[in-house]
């Protein structure tokens, strides 16, 4: 019994801090892209981090459904525990 626990808890840990860091990625790219398109940011520039942003979520989802639908939903989980730290990091409305 417990030898089909340990491989699920380890897809679940890895999708979990997987996505927590690239949550965490992805949040701190879209505060600086805001501030990019608020200052004096270049056009190209801002374009660029969002594709950037949205390449690197998207690559990590694909890569953690190759794990089953188990580590995908923990990498998500973890992307919005992201999102809890980057707005009492960066402020705003949750």
């Known amino acids: ?3 089909g626990i340990l491989p699920l808890l380890l897809h679940f840990a890895l999708g979990l801090a997987a996505g927590f860091a690239v949550g ?3 949040f701190r790219l879209l505060w600086w892209n805001t ?3 608020l200052g004096s940011g270049s056009a190209v520039a801002a374009i660029a981090v969002v594709v950037l942003r949205f390449a690197v979520l998207i ?3 694909v890569l953690l459904a190759q794990f089953g639908a188990l580590a995908l939903l923990a990498g998500a ?3 919005l525990a992201a999102r809890q ?3 009492r990091r960066y402020g705003g409305a949750a």
């Open 85 to 87: 730290v980057a707005v």
């Open 24 to 26: 965490l990625l992805h």
């Open 77 to 79: 989980v973890g992307v």
């Open 35 to 37: 501030q990019m398109l």
């Open 59 to 61: 690559g990590a989802f």
């Open 1 to 3: 019994m417990t030898a």
